[in-house]
């Protein structure tokens, strides 16, 4: 039935690019907020319809099912189930997360903005807990011990979500590994380019994991005149040491610090001691209280971006307030139109990078 | 004993603009996160002392402390006392917080780039949880049953410190008022100056207060094109309606809308029928859950400026992620240079925003 419109009577029936059209209960909300949506597989003319293979729940979701299915396979298969055939969603009621999705594109609307056509391989960057989702396997393939769910079934991607296809020159594992924190080398390098400083100075607070590997070679790419890398400790300095930019000569970073990211003195006297201030600092490490520490190493006029989700707003605020700090502050948006591409194209480019990666896929085996 | 070094062996010894120095312990941190100051009056170079004439508690703190001293003067005047006797700041340690203080310029050292000298009558926009202080009069004048405190003895500014004159052209109430949030209009400004879009639309998210409708006025002098109101009821939308710009034909703001910007689907529709989406999104209402309305608010390669205290870092980042929204988000940053200037010079040139304090500061007797 492609391209049928169902009887809709909300004001949003002509397919709103956000979803709204599929939003069952409450009526009005969003459909990340909603109870319920309404998954039916005919889409709206700018919807896609995937055919999923993969689930990936979320680490919070998964922890929490497992825990209460006391492990056993069954009782955790029945709860996801049970969860996706009440809500529409796979958003666990207790979490309020979802997790993405890899799968194969059954129809596209001749509408739809997202580019894909039937027969692609994709992964869902928008969450679960906002897409329509019918499993049809009961979930036989899955043992109930990962968060990798191996599925049949249907998605819906609506106008305005993302997805990415899966690229045919690298295990999807590692593809999927790089979109997930794809935001941030793309927010980097949109950053490090609009800079009004013409070769800008780059602080990278975690340089040496997954986003802030990506986010240095990001911010080479866009020009900055040199990278400082900031890491808690000896072992991720040699793991940065070693890793090269895509020139082979010079280093993914151009000064490796050790310094505590919690410790505003600290980390801001390393910093500028290593060639800072930073007209740029990007902060990429997920613990609590890194704010003040970001703010001291950034120059006046400088922007720091948070991608760490522990970043408190108020430290941030009344951090900058307290030292008379003239920063941008930036909430790192994990949605950049290119992002995926940009990302993905870094891997291929930067042997530093992708070893930081692939030694963290072989190290979680 | 002016511009006495005391002796310090601190590798900050020659004075941080940051008040390191001051610092008693635990060493090595940043004086908000001290647990006690050094308050001697004795100034380093670029330090600036003030005779103090008043506290302004900080309105958590003083709720606190009113509570453990079941309302008794006495009680709670050796509450501060001793705080500030123990700690040298007047820090909460309950709560954290500080407050504000006024008072007179007493010496300003050679160095000190406040561009301040003795006489001058000022108030301090950096908070009292990390200004050295010393009180001299037991608090005697003071009953023990409102935040301002009448208070004599001596606190220090450091370099980085922000104080700013109070004016003469208006009572010291309706200025501290207003200083209080001249963060606001001050990044406000900045932002649609600095906008890619050459007359951009804004809206602002809780116009009616005091935030909101000092950026409505700077948002105007600073070339929107239009400017939204968004007020959560009628009595507001009234308000808002009566407030005249400076040229006593425009309105404050060009289009009243009323909605509840903890709904996203909502406050955008609003929005967007009044003339969005927006180019600029201010947040100025301090509830929770309005970041989704302002990030549908606002156009793709838009900005969301959040001055809520209550704002969500992760709120904000997933939300703008859900919905595919490429739009830059700012965390209001409390200082730019030259804020208080212009949000007195506003208060001065815009009836429509001084009724508005003026009303505030009658109601609130």
Known sequence: MPHTQPDHSSAWAAGSPLGLHRVVEPAGVLPQAA??????????????????Q??????????QLHEASDGDADKIRHAVLEIVASRGKMQNPVTGSGG???????????????????GDRIATLVSLSLTPLVITDELARWDGRSEQVPCDGHAILFGRSIAARLPDDMPAELALSVMDVCGAPAL?????????????????????????????????????????GVVPHEAEAETLRAAKSADGVRGLVDEVVIADARDPVGVSAAVTKAGGPADVTVVCVDVPGCEGGAILSTAQGGTVIFFSMATSFTAAALGAEGVAADVTMLVGNGYVPGHAQLALDLIRSEPGVRGIFQSR????E
């Open 35 to 52: 109870w319920r949506l309404d998954s039916r597989p005919e889409i709206w003319p700018d919807e896609v319809r995937i055919r999923v």
């Open 54 to 63: 993969r689930l990936n729940l979320d680490a919070a979701s998964f922890r």
């Open 100 to 118: 993405m999705l890899t799968g194969v594109v059954e129809e596209a609307g001749p509408d739809s903005p997202l580019g894909l056509r039937a």
């Open 188 to 228: 980097t390098h949109r950053i490090v380019t609009a800079s009004a400083v013409a070769r800008p100075v780059v602080a990278i607070i975690g340089a040496a994991g997954k986003s802030g590997s990506l986010s240095a070679a990001a911010a080479r790419q866009a020009g900055a005149a040199a990278i400082v």
């Open 361 to 364: 896929i072989d190290h979680s």
